[in-house]
């Protein structure tokens, strides 16, 4: 077995204790009220889009999302808060955040004032997997939110049929907090298996990328799904993928799709092409 695929396959797991670790760490999270930003790059970035849209839309306040190579050098937040599993990527550092979710414990983010460690959800593999969705789950219930049916849609999610067989390229499509997931999973396609696959918030989709729907191509939805767009896909050929289980989970359905494809295509997912664990520029 690939180290991506036993990574995947730990998630629930790794959700559990990231859980049970809330009461221990939510000190060093953002308070309520708090106007807050959130950066990571690539992976990282696409969960501080989805923690940034659930906490606001939560109540807890306005909270913003950026590539951390764009976060707005003039803007004023009360907190930034990091998500990055090496601690080394260069962009991150240069922003010496408030607050740090971190995977290598070791690194020089460690260095930062407020951490949350997650070094058993680290992984060998460059292809980010668990990290990314333990990161998360981590800040969804620290929300409060009740992450039991999570969990156990992510259980049914490992061994759950894939829903694409041989697709030749995939859009994924979010709304809200799902919008950051669609990112990951067409990310994960790209880097796992050298793969055709693109996102947008579901609402955007038609104002011009579904023109790339036709037979043989796929369209998978997280979360709400647009009235109408699933016929109107289905109009073009292509097939529509939407499922009822907790969208986090849903990523792992996806995950697994990319993991396939690569094997598919004879490519092995643990060397990623042109990719390495972390971006450090000097
Ligand atoms: C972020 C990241 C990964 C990506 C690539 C380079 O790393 O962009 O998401 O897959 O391998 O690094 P990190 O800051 O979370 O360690």
Redesign the pocket.
């Known amino acids: 077995m690939t180290f991506v695929a036993a990574e995947i396959q730990s998630q629930p797991d790794c959700w559990r204790r990231a859980v049970a670790l809330v009461p221990e760490v939510e000190h060093l999270l953002p308070q309520r009220g708090e106007r807050v930003a959130v950066v990571?790059?690539?992976?990282?970035?696409f969960m501080a889009m989805a923690y940034a849209s659930l906490r606001e839309a939560a109540g807890h306040g306005e909270t913003d999302a950026f590539a951390a190579s764009e976060f707005p050098a003039g803007r004023r937040y009360d907190r930034v808060v990091a998500?990055?599993?090496?601690?080394?990527?260069t962009e991150?550092l240069d922003l010496e955040p408030d607050t740090v979710i971190l995977?290598d414990i070791d690194s020089p983010a460690a260095s930062f004032k407020r951490v949350i460690g997650l070094p058993w959800a680290d992984e060998q593999s460059?292809?980010?997997t668990r990290?990314?969705t333990t990161a998360l789950t981590l800040l969804r219930a620290s929300l409060g939110e009740d992450l039991t049916q999570a969990i156990a849609d992510a259980s049914a999610a490992l061994t759950a049929e894939l829903p694409l067989r041989d697709p030749e390229q995939i859009t994924f499509l979010g709304r809200g907090w799902t919008v950051g997931l669609a990112h990951e999973a067409a990310?994960k396609c790209r880097?796992a298996a050298v793969f055709w696959a693109e996102s947008y918030p579901a609402m955007d989709y038609r104002h011009g990328p579904v023109s790339i729907a036709a037979p043989g191509r796929g369209v998978w939805a997280f979360g709400l799904v647009p009235d109408g767009l699933p016929a109107q896909v289905e109009a073009t050929g292509a097939t529509f993928v939407h499922h009822d289980r907790d969208p986090l989970a849903e990523l792992i359905l996806a995950q697994r799709q990319a993991i396939a494809i690569a094997e598919a295509k004879g490519i092995n997912p643990d060397e990623?092409r042109n990719?390495?664990?972390?971006?450090v520029l000097r």
């Not at 990571?40 to 970035?45: A, D, L, Q, V």
């Not at 990719?275 to 971006?279: A, G, H, I, N, P």
């Open positions: 990571g790059c690539g992976t990282s970035w998500i990055t599993r090496s601690g080394t990527t991150v995977g460059v292809v980010q990290f990314a990310l880097e990623p990719l390495t664990r972390s971006v």
